[in-house]
Structure formats: C-alpha cells, structure tokens
C-alpha cells in the first residue's frame, strides 16, 4: 500500500520548488487576474 501511495504522489502530485527564505527577507508574489477579454497582474509584496 505504501509503494501505491508513493507512486500515486511522484506522478500526480505537483511539487512546488520555491526558494529558501528567512524572517526578514522580502517577498513578492503575484496573481494574474482575467476579467473577460482583460488581463491584470496584481503583486504583493511583504
């Protein structure tokens, strides 16, 4: 069963790669919104 489960998360599973980051460090992300024919990128950062 455990194999099954492995399997299942390596193929179907998305793995996110995302940076190291530390208290203090600032990070920006982003979001694409589409509204019809319009498309707007909207950032945040902290």
């Not at 194999?3 to 980051?21: C, R, Y």
């Not at 530390?22 to 694409?32: F, H, L, N, P, R």
Request: charged residues 35%; hydrophobic residues 35%.
């Amino acid at each position: 069963m455990e194999s099954l489960i492995k399997f299942v998360q390596d193929e179907f599973v998305t793995k996110n790669e995302l940076p190291e980051f530390m208290a203090g460090d600032t990070i920006t992300v982003y979001y694409e919104i589409k509204e019809g024919n319009k498309t707007r990128t909207q950032f945040l950062e902290e």
